[in-house]
């Protein structure tokens, strides 16, 4: 800035130390120049908003950080653009916020001095993404070897990784299970959203019913009229085939 005349001001945007030179020129044309170095402190808060992950991802916390601070920040009021309003920070720390919808916000940080009488604020805007996990199962109880499908349903992604038992199974957006070994089985689905890194999980549980394990009389030759007991053992319910000349068609023996 170039000023001319015997008094002059200056308005300065922002804090610091600046220089001020004067050239005093008479009518002849005779010139002489005077430097002060620093010679003018404009003091108040300096500061701007950072945050990461650079795509937030709604229910999970976005960090936001105060950069290029000066000694003069002293107070710190944060607008996070959904409603919430934050003074409880102390002064020259990060905050966290938890977005629970998906959109964008324009966040704000009003930074003062102590006494509140210099301040600067700082606005940027924040996407925060949703990826929601879901799939349809149709089957979770059976006996073994139980087959049975799933379909991905899943909101906002575009990667889908199927998970059996915490082992790594499958990249479709459908496929097919077969699980042999009985007892209680985790299908576990996780999407992700290659443009924001957002992912979700959602873990199903199937239920496996081991195969009987039968055992029964061995073969035996009778005589005409007379009778022989069949026993069998291993499940809950029998059924003999065929049921004629059986006392019982249900039983064990």
Known sequence: VVLYGPGSQNLYNAPGYYDVTMIVTTTFGCADTIVKNNYVHIGGPTGKITH?????????????????????????????????????????????????IPGYYNVSLLITDQLGLCQVTDTLTVEVDEVIADYLLTDSIGCSPLSFHVVNNSIGEDIVNWYLDGNSYSQAQMDSFYITSSGLHEITLVAKSNYSQCADTVTEIVTVHPTPNLNISPDAVVCIEDSLTLHVDGAQTYQWQPPLYLSSDTSDS
């Open 52 to 100: 990461s992950p650079a795509i937030g991802c709604s229910n999970q916390d976005v960090i936001f950080t105060p950069d290029s601070v000066n000694s003069d920040a002293q107070r710190f009021i944060w607008d996070f653009g959904d409603g919430v309003v934050d003074t409880t920070v102390a002064p020259n720390s990060g905050n966290t916020h938890t977005y629970l």
